[in-house]
């Protein structure tokens, strides 16, 4: 049973930065294979980052060139940096595996104020 613990949002204003954790627990867990999504409110969730099995790291279009995806294998936790954060980015943010496969967290709000 893997378990997703995100933490770091709160109320930022427009252009400023956030850095979002997400700390994983879990016997067949494997942070090379994590994601990052968000929940706009009245909106479907949908996926913001992702890493890649080659070290890598894709973003959705919204957020490339601002928003940057990490891990710490030691630690087992997965960090997004979030920088010029706009109003659009308001939503609830989760990590998980990129398939979905485990249970989702509660999610931690970011709220950008214009």
């Known amino acids: 049973q893997v378990q997703l613990v995100e933490s770091g949002g709160g109320l930022v204003q427009t252009g400023g930065s956030l850095r979002l954790s997400c700390a994983a627990s879990?016997?067949?867990?494997?942070?090379?294979?994590m994601a990052w999504f968000r929940q706009p409110p009245g909106k479907d969730r949908g996926l913001v980052a992702r890493?890649?099995?080659?070290?890598?790291?894709v973003y959705a279009d919204s957020v490339l060139g601002r928003f940057t995806i990490s891990r710490d294998n030691a630690k087992n936790t997965l960090y997004l940096q979030m920088n010029n954060l706009r109003p659009e980015d308001t939503a609830v943010y989760y990590c998980?595996?990129?398939?979905?496969?485990?249970?989702w967290g509660q999610g931690t709000q970011v709220t950008v104020s214009s």
């Open positions: 998980n595996s990129v398939f979905m496969s485990y249970a």
């Open positions: 879990g016997s067949t867990f494997s942070i090379n294979a």
């Open positions: 890493l890649t099995s080659t070290g890598g790291a």
